[in-house]
C-alpha cells in the first residue's frame, strides 16, 4: 500500500532534550512538509523539501532541524531551543505538478513536553 | 501577509440535511485550492480541490464552490452523515515552492 507513515504516534519527552520524529513515504513524491498543529488551530509550516538534499524553512523553523537525505525520509527533530514543543506534528507530501499540490498526510505524531 | 480563513468555526446540522462551510482568502494570486476533513487525532484527507479557472467542481456529495470576485470559497456536503462529523480546513496553494496556506477551520457536527 501506498502512503505516509509517521511514527511513533506518541512521544513524550523532558525539558532539554532533542526528540527526532520519523516520517517516510513511498508515494515517489518530490516534496515533503512538516507541520505543527496546536488544539484548535490550523497547521503551520514548520520545513518543506522540494528535493533531496534541499529543504527551506516555513514559518516556524526556530527551534527545528530537518535533513532529506533519502527521497522516501523527512526526518524532524524538536531541539531544546523549541521553547514550546509540545503540539501534533503532522508530515506530508506531494508530486511536483506545474499545477496544484495535494498534500498527502501521515497519521501524525503527539509530542508532549514532561 | 496572505491568510486563509474561516467564517464560523463551529457548524451544526441535522443528519441527512445539507452542511455548507465557507472560507474566506485574501490572495487573489492563488490558483489552487484544497478541501480536507480532519478526524480527531488523524491526519488530514484531501476532500476535493478545485482551480482558479474554475467556479465550480462536484465530488462524491461534495461541491466546491469558487467565487474570485468577493474570494470565497464554500464546500456544500449533501445528505450529512454522522461520518462527516470532522473539522475541515481549506487551504490555497501560495508561492513557487507550491505551498499551502490553511486555515484555522470549521468543527462540523452531525446531529441525530
Known amino acids: 500500500d501506498g502512503g505516509i507513515t509517521q511514527s511513533p504516534k506518541y512521544l513524550f519527552r523532558k525539558e532539554g532534550q532533542n526528540v527526532t520524529l520519523s516520517c517516510e513515504q513511498n508515494l515517489n513524491h518530490d516534496a515533503m512538509y512538516w507541520y505543527r498543529q496546536d488544539p484548535g488551530q490550523g497547521l503551520r509550516l514548520i520545513y518543506y523539501s522540494q528535493i533531496v538534499n534541499d529543504f527551506q524553512k516555513g514559518d516556524i523553523a526556530e527551534g527545528y532541524s530537518v535533513s532529506r537525505e533519502k527521497k522516501e525520509s523527512f526526518p524532524l527533530t524538536v531541539t531544546s531551543a523549541q521553547k514550546n514543543p509540545t503540539a501534533f506534528y503532522l508530515c506530508?507530501?506531494?508530486?511536483?505538478?506545474?499545477?496544484?499540490?495535494?498534500?498527502?498526510f501521515g497519521p501524525g505524531t503527539r509530542l508532549t513536553v514532561l | 501577509g496572505e491568510s486563509v480563513g474561516l467564517h464560523l468555526p463551529t457548524l451544526s446540522v441535522q443528519e441527512g440535511d445539507n452542511s455548507i462551510i465557507n472560507c474566506a482568502y485574501s490572495n487573489s494570486a492563488s490558483d489552487y485550492f484544497i478541501w480536507y476533513k480532519q478526524e480527531s487525532g488523524k491526519g488530514p484527507q484531501f476532500i476535493i480541490d478545485i482551480r482558479s479557472n474554475m467556479d465550480k467542481r462536484q465530488g462524491q456529495r461534495v461541491t466546491v464552490l469558487l467565487n474570485k470576485t468577493v474570494k470565497h470559497l464554500s464546500l456544500q456536503i449533501a445528505a450529512t452523515q454522522p461520518g462527516d462529523s470532522a473539522v475541515y480546513f481549506c487551504?490555497?496553494?501560495?508561492?513557487?515552492?507550491?505551498?499551502?496556506?490553511f486555515g484555522s477551520g470549521t468543527q462540523l457536527t452531525v446531529l441525530p
Open positions: 506530508a507530501s506531494s508530486a511536483y505538478r506545474a499545477a496544484g499540490n495535494e498534500q498527502f
Open positions: 487551504a490555497e496553494n501560495r508561492g513557487s515552492a507550491r505551498q499551502l496556506t
